[in-house]
């Protein structure tokens, strides 16, 4: 199965732009510039709001913050490549769905558990194991979020490579 091809209701393969420059096409780049962008937006937002949580819950250093930035970073750079195969192996609409899913539910965990960290404020000197497995959980589902971001800029950025070379052919 190639790049640009999804598989119709008659199980047969069928490209999803055609290349023409039909009003569908014009139609369906919009909706996937606008999602992309959408989706960028979101997660963007989430990196710079998880900083100013990490600082609000430890205000005297900015280390909860870099800790978060470094582990989010290490993760794309360490599972970046077999994020890349995955999406390579899979169809374009499992790739979706678990894109999705996996940021969806990422974000779900770290939020709860920002806003346990958040509401409770005096964890960390009454308990700080569970302070500390708080921030773990926040920092895993925050690389979590990265790697399906990844997968789903991968995802959509090789369906505009596909069909701009189907353009120029």
């Not at 870099?66 to 970046?80: K, P, Q, T």
């Not at 965990?109 to 308990?127: I, P, Q």
């Not at 497995?133 to 991968?154: C, R, W, Y």
């Amino acid at each position: 199965m190639e790049a640009g091809e999804w598989v119709g209701s008659g199980g047969h393969l069928v490209p999803l732009l055609d290349g023409h420059g039909s009003d569908l096409d014009a139609s369906l780049l919009r909706r996937l510039y606008v999602g992309h962008f959408l989706a960028r937006w979101g997660a963007r937002m989430w990196d710079f709001s998880v900083g100013l949580y990490m600082i609000r819950i430890w205000p005297d250093s900015l280390l909860f913050a870099a800790v978060y930035g470094v582990v989010e970073c290490s993760s794309v750079a360490v599972f970046g490549p077999m994020v890349g195969t995955l999406v390579d192996r899979l169809t374009y609409l499992q790739v979706l769905g678990l894109w999705l899913l996996v940021q969806s539910l990422s974000f779900i965990v770290a939020g709860v558990s920002v806003t346990a960290l958040l509401v409770f404020d005096d964890l960390k000197d009454k308990s700080f194991p569970v302070f500390v497995l708080l921030v773990s959980v926040t920092n895993v589902s925050g690389a979590l979020a990265a790697l399906s971001t990844l997968a789903g800029t991968i995802l959509i950025e090789r369906e505009w490579y596909t069909n701009h070379n189907l353009q120029l052919t």
